[in-house]
Nanobody, 124 residues
Framework: QVQLVESGGGLVQVGGSLRLSCAAS????????MGWFRQAPGKEREFVAA????????YYADSVKGRFTISRDNAKNTVYLQMNSLKPEDTAVYFC?????????????????WGQGTQVTVSS
């Protein structure tokens, strides 16, 4: 079983920054596309960002382009999400996920393993 643990969430003011980390138990993480999703109360889980195994190709939701950056360090089995210029609408639980079976990059249903989530709250 692949285990993922997110960290780095917290309470931040509008315009502030946070860096989320996702540490994986699996040494073969470098072969998988990784994604970040978020879910606000009463909302469906939505795509935030994804990164291909080589770390070059990245994908972002329109709502976070130019503000968020996804990256990975395969040697450390870790994926990051740098979040800048945070807005109240970014408030959500953020989840790290592994895409192992060629599902959609942009849909939660395309990912196979999930972390427990970390809360991000942006105050206005």
């Amino acid at each position: 079983q692949v285990q993922l643990v997110e960290s780095g969430g917290g309470l931040v003011q509008v315009g502030g920054s946070l860096r989320l980390s996702c540490a994986a138990s699996e040494r073969t993480l470098s072969t998988y596309t990784m994604g970040w999703f978020r879910q606000a109360p009463g909302k469906e889980r939505e795509f935030v960002a994804a990164i291909r195994p080589g770390g070059v190709l990245t994908y972002y939701a329109d709502s976070v382009k130019g503000r968020f950056t996804i990256s990975r360090d395969n040697a450390k089995n870790t994926v990051y999400l740098q979040m800048n210029s945070l807005k109240p609408e970014d408030t959500a639980v953020y989840f790290c996920a592994v895409r192992a079976y060629s599902g959609s990059l942009y849909s939660a249903s395309g990912y196979d393993y999930w972390g427990q989530g970390t809360q991000v709250t942006v105050s206005s």
